[in-house]
Nanobody, 124 residues
Framework: DVQLQASGGGLVQSGGSLRLACVVS????????IGWWRQVPGKEREAVSC????????YYADSVKGRFTISTDNAKNTVYLQMNSLKPEDTAVYYC?????????????????WGQGTLVTVSS
């Protein structure tokens, strides 16, 4: 079974940086998409950044383009989200998620596996 363990959240001042990490165990599938999502109370969960194994394509939400970078370390089975120039509106609970797929998708229902969230708080 696929399990995801997210970490790296915390409190940071506006303009600061954080790096989230998600360790993935139990890879039963050759093709997948993996990514980061975030959610604030009262709002839907939104895709922040995703990538696909098959062709390495990436997705970034418009609100984070140029500031966030998704990457993987296959030796460590870990996906990272480097977040720079953080803004108060980036405050949210961040989740990593895994989908069995060969194509890029930002539909939450296609991600069958989710890690626990990690809270990111950006103070102004």
């Amino acid at each position: 079974d696929v399990q995801l363990q997210a970490s790296g959240g915390g409190l940071v001042q506006s303009g600061g940086s954080l790096r989230l990490a998600c360790v993935v165990s139990g890879f039963p599938f050759d093709d997948y998409a993996i990514g980061w999502w975030r959610q604030v109370p009262g709002k839907e969960r939104e895709a922040v950044s995703c990538l696909t194994k098959k062709d390495g394509s990436t997705y970034y939400a418009d609100s984070v383009k140029g500031r966030f970078t998704i990457s993987t370390d296959n030796a460590k089975n870990t996906v990272y989200l480097q977040m720079n120039s953080l803004k108060p509106e980036d405050t949210a609970v961040y989740y990593c998620a895994y989908a069995v797929t060969t194509y890029m998708t930002t539909f939450a229902y296609e991600y069958a596996y989710w890690g626990q969230g990690t809270l990111v708080t950006v103070s102004s």
